[in-house]
């Protein structure tokens, strides 16, 4: 009998030991797809850093241009105003030469005397 309750032990002991061995297995690969979740996570979250960094640079850098564009459009109408001062003066130069005293004062450069 006490072979038999032996037997019974052992084969009981060893039906245990299998069921821990896959409940360790069941645990172990849930581990594992947790792991590969959080891994997958902070990627992501690098990943949309990388992104909100490089927009941000991105929209400095533009933000520079626009201003620097802004400064040199500025210059280029300063130039532009003087030249067609000084293009309406030539275009009546012909006149000035016989009678200046044909043009009107809107005619004339501003910085001349009226």
């Known amino acids: ?9 052992t084969e009981r002991k060893e039906r245990e030991n299998e069921i821990l061995k896959r409940d360790n297995k069941i645990k ?3 581990l594992e797809r947790k792991r ?3 891994n997958l ?3 992501v979250a690098i990943l949309v850093a990388i992104v909100a960094v490089a927009l941000l ?5 533009k933000s520079r241009t626009n201003q620097a564009l802004a ?7 300063a130039q532009k105003a003087a ?7 030539w275009t009546h130069w012909p006149e000035l030469t016989t009678s200046p005293a044909c043009l ?3 005619q004339l450069p501003s910085h001349w005397p009226n």
Do not use: F, K
């Not at 009998?1 to 032990?9: D, N, R, V």
């Not at 640079?57 to 850098?61: D, V």
């Not at 030249?83 to 003066?89: I, M, P, R, V």
């Open 83 to 89: 030249l067609d001062e000084a293009t309406a003066y």
């Open 104 to 106: 009107t004062a809107s």
């Open 41 to 43: 996570l902070l990627i």
């Open 36 to 38: 590969g979740q959080t």
């Open 57 to 61: 640079n991105s929209n400095r850098i």
């Open 28 to 30: 172990d690969l849930d």
């Open 71 to 77: 400064q040199a459009n500025q210059a280029v109408n």
């Open 1 to 9: 009998m006490t072979e038999i309750q032996t037997a019974y032990e």
